[in-house]
């Protein structure tokens, strides 16, 4: 596969990757080049560009002046996890006294998640854990655009305590925009798309490609031979 120019828009980046995530619900469809750029929130431009730059890694065409096809949405994806592995990440790590189990976690997180602030959603091995069930975890990641700002309020309600070895993450997204986009309710708790899912898991250090793998086999193949 040809690289990406440096001079050229990064399709994996922020903004742009909002079009890859609403292609990635339907990514066998021609889109057109106006409806797509809606459902992202994205302008007309912007969309051109980025569909420019995956035509030439040959990874989209053009259909005609207004329509674009994906055209191997595994190779996409795994091109863009390669990418996404080596970008910074900021978090957080607590502990609380008394709960270690990661279900216990997850029960206090489901009976205080009223009371917790922020667009928040579980990801990597505990996200997964409730999407597609693969390998055991014994930490907690928390996708939390601002936590920077907003741990202060989470450590009050879960009482928390900082802990450089703690089972909870609270992560500030290097996608503080577009990352949260198809979020979902699983067991009334909050967890990232899929598609956020298969990046976040693949970075993770422990079992964490193979989780991945069984995320993209199992819930997203599954979903786009069925069209949705």
Request: aromatic fraction near 8%; proline fraction near 7%.
């Amino acid at each position: 596969m040809k690289t990406l120019a440096p001079q050229e828009r990064n399709p994996f980046a922020d903004s742009a990757s909002k079009l890859l995530r609403v292609a990635m619900s339907s990514p066998a469809k021609a889109w057109g080049i106006r409806e797509l750029s809606r459902m992202a929130g994205t302008s007309p431009a912007l969309t051109i560009l980025t569909l420019r730059q995956l035509q030439r890694v040959g990874l989209a065409s053009r259909e005609s002046p207004t329509e674009a096809r994906f055209l191997d949405p595994v190779q996409l994806l795994r091109d863009w996890a390669a990418w996404y592995v080596m970008k910074p990440v900021k978090y957080y790590r607590f502990s609380i006294a008394g709960v270690t189990s990661p279900n216990a976690i997850l029960k206090l997180l489901s009976k205080e998640r009223a009371q917790l602030p922020g667009q928040w959603a579980l990801t990597c091995m505990a996200g997964a854990s409730l999407v597609a069930p693969f390998a055991t975890f014994r930490e907690v990641h928390i996708h939390l655009p601002k936590a920077d700002q907003l741990r202060r309020s989470w450590q009050d309600v879960l009482r928390l305590t900082p802990d450089k070895l703690g089972p909870i993450h609270l992560i500030q997204p290097y996608y503080a925009d577009s990352g949260s986009y198809g979020a979902q309710k699983i067991q009334k708790l909050p967890v990232v798309s899929a598609v956020q899912l298969y990046l976040d898991c693949y970075r993770y250090p422990v079992r964490g490609r193979e989780q991945a793998e069984h995320i993209l086999t199992q819930v997203l193949m599954p979903r786009w031979r069925n069209g949705r």
